[in-house]
C-alpha cells in the first residue's frame, strides 16, 4: 500500500507565500510523474503544476512565474513553493503520484489534500 500526506496548508494574505510538501510512503519500488492539483469550492480539480522523475516540469497558465514544484527522489517528497499568493488561489491542494509498487504494478495515488485560504 502507498499513502500520500501532504502538509504545509493554511491562511495567508494575498500576496504571502506558501510551501506545500507531499510525502510518499509505504511499498514504492520507483515513482514515476507527481504533482499538485486543486479543487475550488464550486469547480472541477484541476492541475497546478506536474514534475517528471528526471525533473521536467509543467504549469498551470494561472501560476506561471508563481509557483515552483521541485522533487527529492532520495525523500520521495514533492515541494509546492507559492508565492505571490492570489484569493483566486483558494481551494483545496492534492497530491497526485504515479507510482509502482514493490510488486512493480503501477499505481495512481491521490493524497486527502491540504486546503490553502488566501485572504484579501
Known amino acids: 500500500q502507498v499513502q500520500l500526506v501532504e502538509s504545509g496548508g493554511g491562511l495567508v494574505q494575498a500576496g504571502g507565500s506558501l510551501r506545500l510538501s507531499c510525502a510518499a510512503s509505504g511499498s514504492i519500488f520507483s515513482i514515476n510523474a507527481m504533482g499538485w492539483y486543486r479543487q475550488a469550492p464550486g469547480k472541477q480539480r484541476e492541475l497546478v503544476a506536474a514534475v517528471t522523475s528526471g525533473g521536467s516540469t509543467n504549469y498551470a497558465d494561472s501560476v506561471k512565474g508563481r509557483f515552483t514544484i521541485s522533487r527529492d527522489n532520495a525523500k520521495n517528497t514533492v515541494y509546492l513553493q507559492m508565492n505571490s499568493l492570489k484569493p483566486e488561489d483558494t481551494a483545496v491542494y492534492f497530491c497526485?503520484?504515479?507510482?509502482?509498487?514493490?510488486?512493480?504494478?503501477?499505481?495512481?495515488?491521490w493524497g486527502l489534500g491540504t486546503l490553502v485560504t488566501v485572504s484579501s
Open positions: 497526485n503520484a504515479g507510482v509502482f509498487d514493490s510488486t512493480v504494478r503501477y499505481l495512481e495515488v
